[in-house]
């Protein structure tokens, strides 16, 4: 289980109500395919999701069957979990329809499922509270400032830039803060996280401020 799927996981235990199922990578279908979550509910009806813990920044592009992605390792190619999500409910639906009991007998609808079904893509990104608060300090301050996703960047612009480690790559600084480095990653990122750290502190060409968290 993924760190995003641990969180994600953490939060259906704790919003769904009590008559609501829940199965974590559970084999279905003659292809014996594993979804990441399959949720059902009595009246509801089915819910498929894949969870991912991408970050929109990372996303390089994508259509209805791949995904670019940047990663640590470079630029990789993935399937597109909303069409993965879409084949593994298509695969549940198709087994359930077996069963008589869960089908229209008769009508428009014969031989459909009797409830209904949906899948959907879960994009759990940990979102890190330093650049939040180092955000609304700017703004109170009255420092101008631009993110990396603005449409209008510009790296060249004489404004504070908030970036994340991986929208960092190729760019240069005369001062660098990164704050909260101190911060744990979750342990099967540690190696990842440290990478990202060293990248983001090499973006630095005169001045390099890190900043531990006071907790």
């Known amino acids: 289980m993924t760190s995003g799927e641990k969180r994600f996981a953490q939060r259906l235990e704790a919003k769904l109500e009590d008559d609501y199922l829940c ?22 009806g089915l819910l498929i999701l894949e969870v991912k813990d991408w970050k929109l920044d990372t ?3 994508i259509n209805n069957a791949w995904v670019t992605l940047l990663t640590y390792d ?3 190619q ?3 979990p909303l069409e993965q999500a879409r084949q593994y409910a298509q695969a549940v639906a198709n ?3 077996k069963d008589c009991q869960l089908v229209f007998s008769s009508g428009q609808l014969r031989g459909q499922l009797l409830f209904p079904w949906s899948y959907g893509v879960i994009l759990y990104r940990n979102w890190h509270p330093a650049g939040k608060t180092v955000r609304n300090a700017l703004v109170t301050a009255g420092i101008p400032f631009s993110w990396k996703n603005d449409i209008q960047f510009n790296a060249q612009q004489d404004t504070v830039k908030l970036l994340t480690f991986h ?12 704050p ?9 990122k540690q190696d990842e996280e440290a990478c990202l750290l060293y990248v983001a502190m090499n973006r630095a060409t005169q001045e390099l401020i890190v900043l531990n968290s006071a907790s």
């Open 167 to 178: 929208s960092s790559k190729g760019l240069e600084f005369p001062l660098v803060a990164i």
């Open 78 to 80: 993935r399937s597109n």
């Open 95 to 97: 087994s359930l329809q």
């Open 74 to 76: 470079g630029v990789k």
């Open 23 to 44: 199965w974590y990578d559970v084999p279905i279908g003659q292809s014996m395919r594993h979804p990441d979550f399959i949720v059902l509910h009595p009246r509801r």
């Open 180 to 188: 909260d480095a101190n911060m744990q990653a979750e342990e099967e």
């Open 59 to 61: 996303i390089q592009s």
